[in-house]
């Protein structure tokens, strides 16, 4: 990418960061919210349409037109694919995501008319079962993009797998910042939620070694903050890794030999190298210091384990960079043979 566009692209993460941010604070406080991400924005709508459609009338009319136009959307989608091209196989999950739509949309403005739903409207089983539906949408999306992506790589050029190359870095860079700000901060709001209610009777303390005097759950609380930063670590240092492996993919469209791909290509290996590092260090030393405060714990969790989706990513791309850099030896062997 240039360098416009990766500021670009680091902007649209930073505002990735702060939505997510406000989203899981919401939710922790707002029923309306309490689906989080994977009911928005499907709950919202309904919520939206049941208020539209009280109003009577006019207002009755608009929530009905707006509900068709919702549902009918991907058929419309389908209905330009059918002008523009020939249709797939894959495009016949246009007409499923339609009649789900349907059906979520008018869950999602009557909630209470969802199967088994009735007794937990308004409690946390009831955004479990809302964001069912709109869950279901998401991976029915899903999979129709993957399927499309697949036909296209089938007959791709070299150009065009570059170009898929970098949306799927892309992608990957929203999916964790998702991890990071969004299911690891969801992740800690619900530890202290349960540390809060299942310890309601704890009093001051004082740690014996240290000489600190403590209040209550602060240690514990302490904790909790230290292990969900201890789990977005890596998922950050994989944003730093994707913006590196993009910065390399530029430079080599220009020339996969030159000095600038090299400097890129060294970059990126020694920030794979600190990824897997920093994952692996920073786990045994909150570990360790975890047992350090045992005793003043509520909470106790020890990790044995790194999280597998980063280091399967960083290891990837480690190796996929080697290669390339054995290919730009042999190119200079080659070259000084001739």
């Given at each position: 990418?240039?360098?416009?566009?990766?500021?670009?692209?680091?902007?649209?993460?930073?505002?990735?960061a702060l939505l997510?941010?406000?989203?899981?604070?919401?939710?922790?406080?707002?029923?309306?919210?309490?689906s989080g991400l994977?009911?928005?924005p499907f709950v919202q709508i309904g919520y939206g349409l049941r208020v539209l459609s009280l109003q009577g009338g006019t207002g009755n009319l608009l929530a009905l037109v707006i509900y068709v136009a919702l549902s009918a959307s991907p058929l419309v989608y389908l209905v330009w694919l059918w002008k523009k091209r020939e249709l797939y196989g894959e495009d016949c999950l246009l007409v499923v995501l339609s009649i789900l739509t349907f059906f979520t949309l008018y869950y999602m403005v009557n909630p209470g008319l969802i199967p088994g739903m009735a007794d937990f409207l308004w409690s946390d089983s009831g955004a479990f079962?809302?964001?069912?539906?709109?869950?279901?949408?998401?991976?029915?999306?899903?999979?129709?993009?993957?399927?499309?992506?697949?036909?296209?790589?089938?007959?791709?050029d070299k150009a065009a797998l570059q170009g898929y190359l970098v949306l799927l870095l892309r992608v990957l860079a929203v999916i964790f910042v998702y991890m990071a700000f969004g299911a690891c901060?969801?992740?800690?709001?619900?530890?202290?939620?349960?540390?809060?209610?299942?310890?309601?009777?704890?009093?001051?303390?004082?740690?014996?070694?240290?000489?600190l005097t403590y209040s209550g759950l602060d240690v514990s609380y302490a904790f909790l903050v230290l292990r969900c930063l201890a789990n977005m670590l890596p998922y950050l240092l994989d944003v730093a890794v994707t913006l590196t492996a993009l910065d390399l993919l530029t430079a080599m469209k220009e020339d996969?030999?030159?000095e600038e791909s090299v400097q890129a290509s060294e970059k990126l290996s020694h920030l794979?190298?600190?990824?897997?590092?920093?994952t692996v260090v920073v786990t045994a030393l909150l570990n360790i210091l975890q047992l350090m405060f045992l005793g003043e714990l509520h909470t106790v969790h020890i990790?044995?384990?790194?999280?597998?989706?980063?280091?399967?990513?960083?290891?990837a791309v480690l190796l996929l960079n080697r290669l390339l850099g054995e290919n730009k030896s042999l190119k200079e062997d080659n070259d000084l043979f001739i």
């Open positions: 990418m240039t360098v416009k566009n990766q500021r670009s692209f680091l902007i649209f993460l930073g505002m990735e997510l941010l406000a989203f899981v604070l919401l939710g922790a406080s707002d029923a309306l919210w309490s994977i009911g928005f079962y809302q964001s069912l539906y709109s869950g279901t949408i998401y991976g029915l999306v899903f999979c129709y993009a993957v399927l499309r992506v697949v036909r296209h790589l089938r007959g791709a901060v969801q992740n800690l709001l619900s530890e202290i939620e349960n540390l809060r209610a299942g310890n309601t009777m704890v009093i001051d303390g004082w740690h014996p070694i240290l000489g996969r030999y030159s794979c190298v600190l990824s897997l590092s920093a990790n044995v384990y790194v999280p597998v989706l980063s280091v399967a990513f960083v290891l």
